[in-house]
């Protein structure tokens, strides 16, 4: 099951990007400088590769196309909503500093394994998700559900569970009425 | 939709409303349409339409609880519940431009006959002082307004004399099993009269299938009073936002209402004087705001010489049982409901010849059912995945085990009315204004309970029909109110036992007008609104011939 930019996309219908707060970057997936020419709210590229190695050990084997996914979902999302960037920024920053102190390397170097039980060792697998809360908690906000919330409110994350047009997703009136084998 | 800053109150009104939800819209649109000066006073904000899908985010999302995705709750919005059952009162309202119907879900059916008739019919709570009759060309008014989407295959319905405004929308794949299953048994299923574009309507675009329809549409293809807010102040209504009125005033001789007093964001206090003034904040604050409004000459409240404001309250409960099936049943896809049955509505005592088995009791020990069929039961994977504690491989098996197999049925059982169950003020608590907070005073009775257990019983029968195991019920110990507040101001012709006339006009006061389900006097077991909606355009009718 592969990701695609399409699948960003419809994400980020779901994140509130082309519905609703008007069309923004659907012509190339990028995010670019708002039309009144204020400065862009976009994560830098470490944040971004952090996210990415994220979400490799958070979604499930079957899936491909994570890097893709991932970059165009969150820089779409923080272009329309820089206080949640911001929350994005601060809470991979304490993942990074976690695993430095734990492994000795930033979070993306680590093999995912390693990465998969820092997440774990900080319990971030069991913490209260809260965007206002302790670092912990702030990273199941922001980065672990953060990232599950993208994918499995796309077709392409819930198909894989048998649900074509899941909650969040605009998937149309078609796909209700049809049976299982259609 | 722009904010007006200016919050000064307009000069020579012929109409002031009180609250910008359906209610108060549906009266400001019709009477703005007959070329009345309208002003309209709403407590909360007008919601930033570009911001709907975080709100819908937040609605998905665990860490964000139900109130806060309308920004309900702290000290404005602050309530105390003293009855024998706890109320979650900021679940089950909005506060804002568009009022409740920005998180309802949508259904909206027409009363029956016999809900007008209680007292005639089975000899039991009231008759209302009006009949289906005379609502019933306001009720395709009102589904005209809200932009309803439905069939005439309601074989227990009241009879009806145009079709719908849109096409219904057609059944779900588990509908269809649902009604095989029905068929069997001897019960009829029918389509749900929904308030949500099934074609594009009205400018407004086709509903495509987002599936949080409650709390948050984040198109505009489910009805939500915004849209006859903006049709209303096309028509050169004007809607000030973030005012909530703190009393009404009337003059000295008692007879009429002068102004009402609300306060602005920056504290500054106003009077809106006007010839009309409607009354159209809900169920709860409706009769809040006539109990906070004493005076010398009206020392218990205004229009409250029945002592009966606030009394009667009432709520639809909820009744649901749920199970798992052999097959996949497809839940999740949409937020709203495509099939249910009336069949247990006129009559809750009755079985069928195939399988249902009568009740143990006269049609007079219940009270109206009204059962649904589901097309969100069970978990939604997004829903699971963000509770997990697991997450990669094993948390994708982990949702394939979860989702796919669930089926249930819901229904909402009516409450009959009774003086002790009432919306009153609680004087050692006080809102952002010093107001006394409401207090809900509420049990779920007997009647209620027989009501909700015969719900059950027939759901269980359907369920088992189509051969699931039952894993699941909300039956009378569990249930909770379906939002629905009711009752606090009924309508009646003798004023020692009402607080507003057939006309919806206080008995007390020439000029102030009530709008809303606090005027019922029954219950029925239908979703409100409609009746709501229809009742308001018949107020706008009697507003505008007294002026
Ligand atoms: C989750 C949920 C689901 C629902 N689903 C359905 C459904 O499917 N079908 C159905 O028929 N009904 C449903 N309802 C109920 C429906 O929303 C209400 O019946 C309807 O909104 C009531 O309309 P109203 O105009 O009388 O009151 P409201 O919509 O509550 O509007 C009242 C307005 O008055 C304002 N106000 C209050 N006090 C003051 C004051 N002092 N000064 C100024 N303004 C004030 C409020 O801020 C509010 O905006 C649902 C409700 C909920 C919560
Ligand atoms: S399913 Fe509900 S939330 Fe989605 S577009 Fe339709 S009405 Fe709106």
């Known amino acids: 099951m592969r990701l695609t930019r399409r699948d960003a996309l419809a994400a980020l219908t779901a994140a509130g990007v082309t519905v609703g707060g008007g069309a923004l970057f659907l012509s190339t997936g990028e995010p670019e400088s708002t039309a009144d020419g204020t400065a862009e709210h976009r994560l830098d590229e470490s944040t971004v590769r952090t996210l990415v190695a994220a979400a490799e050990v958070l979604y499930p084997s079957e899936v491909e196309g994570t890097e893709e996914f991932v970059t165009s979902y969150v820089q779409g999302k923080v272009e329309e909503r820089p206080d949640h960037g911001r929350g994005i920024a601060d809470a991979v920053d304490y993942l990074d500093d976690y695993a430095v102190a734990w492994y000795d390397a930033k979070f993306a170097d680590l093999v995912p394994s390693d990465r998969d039980e820092a997440l774990e060792r900080m319990n971030a697998d069991t913490a209260a998700p809260d965007p206002n809360g302790s670092d912990v908690e702030r990273v199941r906000y922001f980065v672990v559900n953060e990232l599950l919330y993208g994918l499995y409110t796309t077709p392409t994350g819930t198909t894989l569970v048998g649900l074509e047009n899941p909650r969040g997703h605009p998937g149309g009136l078609a796909s209700y009425q049809r049976g299982p084998q259609s | ?547």
């Open chain 2, 1 to 547: 939709m722009t904010g007006d800053s200016d919050r000064t109150p307009s000069d020579r009104v012929d109409v002031c409303i009180i609250g910008a939800g359906p209610a108060g819209a549906l009266v400001a649109d019709r009477l703005a349409a007959r070329r009345h000066e309208v002003v309209i006073l709403e407590a909360g904000p007008r919601f930033d339409r570009a911001d709907r899908i975080e709100r819908m985010e937040r609605s998905i999302r665990p860490s964000h609880d139900l109130p806060s995705v309308w920004d309900m709750g702290g000290e404005r919005d602050a309530y105390t519940s003293t009855g024998e059952w706890f109320y979650p009162l900021n679940n089950s309202r909005v506060k804002g431009v568009g009022g409740t119907t920005l998180s309802w879900q949508g259904m909206v059916m027409r009363l029956h006959e016999v809900d007008f008739e209680m007292r005639s019919e089975w000899g039991v709570a009231a008759d209302w002082p009006i009949d289906y009759e005379d609502i019933r060309p306001y009720y395709g008014s009102a589904e005209s307004a809200l932009g309803v989407a439905g069939a005439s295959d309601n074989p227990f319905a009241p009879p009806r004399e145009s079709p719908h405004p849109m096409p219904p929308f057609p059944p779900s794949h588990s509908d269809a099993r649902f009604a095989e299953a029905c068929e069997r048994l001897g019960v009829a299923t029918h389509s749900v009269p929904n308030a949500r574009n099934s074609a594009p309507f009205d400018g407004d675009s086709k509903c495509v299938g987002f599936g949080t329809c409650k709390p948050v549409c984040p198109t505009d293809a489910k009805y939500d009073a915004t849209r006859t807010i903006e049709k209303a102040t096309d028509a050169g209504v004007r809607v000030i936002d973030r005012v909530p009125v703190q009393r009404l005033e009337h003059d000295r001789s008692g007879q009429v209402i002068d102004a009402a007093v609300y306060v602005t964001p920056d504290g500054e206090t106003h009077r809106q004087t006007a010839r009309q003034f409607v009354l159209a904040a809900g169920g709860i604050e409706t009769p809040r705001l006539l109990l906070l409004s004493e005076s010398e000459t009206y020392p218990d409240g205004l229009a409250n010489s029945s002592g009966l404001v606030g009394r009667y309250f009432m709520e639809h409960l909820f009744a649901g049982t749920g199970g798992i099936v052999d097959w996949r049943t497809r839940q999740n896809h949409v937020g709203f409901l495509t099939s249910e049955t009336h069949q247990f509505y006129d009559d809750p005592a009755a079985g069928t010849e195939r399988g249902i088995p009568p009740a143990d009791a006269q049609t007079a020990a219940f009270t109206p059912i009204k059962l649904e069929f589901f097309n969100y039961a069970g978990p939604s994977p997004v829903g699971l995945a963000l509770d997990s504690d697991i997450w990669g491989d094993e948390l994708l098996e982990s949702l394939r085990d979860a989702y796919g197999n669930s089926i249930a049925m819901g229904g909402l059982v009516g409450q009959r009315p009774r003086k002790d169950n009432f919306v009153g003020l609680d004087s050692s608590k006080t809102d952002d204004h010093g107001n006394p907070v409401p207090r809900v005073h509420w049990r779920v009775d007997d009647v209620t309970k027989r009501s909700i257990r015969r719900a059950n019983e027939i759901q269980e029968t359907i369920l088992t029909e189509l051969g699931a195991e039952l894993t699941w019920q909300v039956g009378p110990e569990e249930t909770g109110p379906a939002f629905h507040h009711m009752g606090t101001t009924r309508m009646g012709t003798d004023p020692a036992e009402s607080v507003v006339n057939p006309r919806m006009r206080t008995h007390d006061l020439d000029n102030l007008w009530i709008a809303g389900s606090s005027v019922f006097v029954t219950s029925g077991a239908m979703n409100p609104t409609l009746t709501i909606a229809a009742l308001a355009l018949k107020l706008a009718d009697h507003v505008d011939e007294s002026l």
